[in-house]
């Protein structure tokens, strides 16, 4: 009877690690007095993709909506992907599954897409990339991009903060980003509190040695991060996710 009930114990401990990423992922760090939530994506063990729209043509919108269409249980993080529109368009360069959607943006604005030089989160078979959007078409002359989303401004440009970034600066905002450490591995960040430029980027550049990194939102950056973070909500454009590889 107690092997029986051992058995048991053991197929459900089995079947619930299978169910659920088995990859110990995320953390919150403290840096220079603000927090921030992190995930580094490995690309020998972590798929990116991007999501704008379902087989419908329907807006997923929301990281709930993304993650009800994950019936094996592999996203371990999504959070948004960039500027949008208010009709929920990105404002600039999207690619997904290597069809362009949306084409690359080098006009001149507002805000903070286009204090320049802003940047191309992009895929190919190399793997993930960080690259000013002015550098995009040489770069990937002749390569296959897997997915890309164009944002701004650039966090690093290699190796050096953006040059319009003020340690002093005033304007504290909730800001998430992502970059490319120096082993190629992915880091994503959001702040859990109102930050500056400044700070933020140096978060990028000084504790995960990113030679290049790229704004992605502001104040209404969300992220879900699996044991960790478990936000759901939002109304974005296109989302970022990554899922565990089989």
């Not at 169910?19 to 939530?37: C, D, F, M, W």
């Not at 943006?105 to 030089?117: E, H, R, V």
């Not at 897997?146 to 504290?172: C, E, R, W």
């Amino acid at each position: 009877m107690l092997s029986i009930s051992i058995l048991a114990i053991s197929i459900a401990l089995y079947a619930a690690s299978w169910q659920k990423p088995s990859i110990k992922i995320g953390k919150v760090i403290n840096y220079l007095g603000a927090e921030y939530t992190v995930f580094t994506a490995d690309p020998a063990k972590h798929q990116i993709t991007l999501h704008w729209k379902n087989a419908d043509g329907l807006l997923f919108s929301s990281i709930g909506n993304l993650l009800k269409t994950d019936n094996d249980q592999k996203i371990v993080m999504v959070t948004n992907a960039g500027m949008y529109t208010p009709t929920q368009a990105p404002v600039g360069l999207y690619i997904e599954n290597g069809i362009e959607m949306v084409s690359l943006n080098t006009s001149n604005c507002d805000g903070n897409f286009c204090l320049k030089p802003n940047g191309v989160f992009y895929t190919d078979k190399n793997g993930p990339h960080v690259t000013a959007s002015e550098n995009f078409e040489n770069e990937t002359v002749n390569k296959q991009v897997h997915y890309a989303t164009q944002s701004g401004p650039m966090l690093v440009i290699d190796g050096k903060l953006h040059p319009a970034f003020n340690a002093t600066s005033t304007s504290p905002y909730i800001r998430s980003g992502v970059g490319i450490d120096s082993t190629g591995k992915t880091v994503f960040a959001i702040s859990n509190q109102p930050v500056n430029f400044h700070a933020f980027a140096t978060l990028f550049k000084d504790v995960f040695a990113c030679k290049n990194a790229l704004y992605l939102d502001g104040a209404i950056s969300l992220m879900y991060l699996h044991n960790i973070r478990n936000d759901r909500g939002g109304k974005f454009g296109p989302m970022i996710s990554v899922s565990e590889l089989p």
